[in-house]
């Protein structure tokens, strides 16, 4: 076990940087039954730790969609690009530590999982499972983690390292957020039909929502209409 105060000068470094939350998973959650994804252990095997490291995202992107489309994406780059800049920080420390790090692709990266895998539209894991089991939030129906500081208004990117982390203490949530059983509102406004009140979502719609109907500027609209925040 790496001592906990390697773990808090990781997390310390990491808000002192910019991130508004971190959290962290060892990569026994992958092996879940209820798990579908991608497992980070493919492309690290001797994987310890999942650092996922998040910003939110300023509240006016959200507020002038659908016009804002430009600027919301623009914005949700920015998110990204900020990102970028602390993970690369926080796996040059972990390194200097004696342990190796590499930063998976996000949402908003050119490598990101609308990138990288046209087939099936997976990340090389969900950053939103692990966030979940780092006590960092639950599902709504958008399919996005709701934190309970910024709801889904958030950006995201995760360090996959040998280095074995302390995880973070948490009391997990229901999976799915409490609020979204009377709410619906995401599934109602999404103009491609993606989301479903059964709780599905079509990943193949909003992306070609996106990307052929909106010419890669993002929608946004399952944020901007969901209360959580
Ligand atoms: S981003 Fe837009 S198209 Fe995609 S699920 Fe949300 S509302 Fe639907
Ligand atoms: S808009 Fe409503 S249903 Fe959708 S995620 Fe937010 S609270 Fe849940």
Not at 12 to 37: K, Q, R, S
Not at 59 to 88: H, Q, V
Not at 169 to 197: F, H, Q, W, Y
């Amino acid at each position: 076990m790496v001592e906990s105060d390697i773990t808090h000068d990781m997390k310390d470094m990491a808000l002192g940087l910019g991130a508004d939350f971190v959290g962290i998973v060892g990569p026994a959650i992958f092996e879940n039954p209820d798990y579908a994804g991608n497992k980070p252990q493919d492309v690290m095997p001797d994987l310890k730790s999942v650092v996922i490291i998040g910003v939110s995202v300023p509240n006016g992107a959200f507020d002038t969609l659908p016009k804002g489309r430009a600027e919301y994406t623009n914005t949700l780059m920015a998110g990204t690009a900020t990102l970028r800049i602390i993970a690369f920080q926080i796996a040059k420390f972990i390194e200097r530590k004696g342990y190796k790090a590499t930063i998976a692709p996000s949402e908003g990266s050119e490598f990101g999982y609308w990138y990288a895998d046209r087939e099936t539209l997976k990340a090389d894991f969900s950053f939103k499972y692990a966030s979940y089991y780092a006590g960092l939030g639950n599902f709504g129906m958008n399919h996005l983690l709701i934190t309970k500081d910024f709801g889904a208004r958030i950006r995201m990117t995760a360090i996959l390292t040998d280095a074995p982390f302390a995880e973070d203490e948490r009391t997990l949530l229901p999976l799915v957020n409490d609020a979204c059983s009377s709410c619906m509102k995401c599934v109602e406004i999404c103009p491609a039909g993606a989301l479903t009140k059964e709780g599905t979502i079509h990943r193949e719609k909003c992306a070609e929502y996106m990307f052929n109907v909106l010419g890669g500027l993002r929608c946004g609209m399952c944020l901007k209409v969901c209360p959580l925040y």
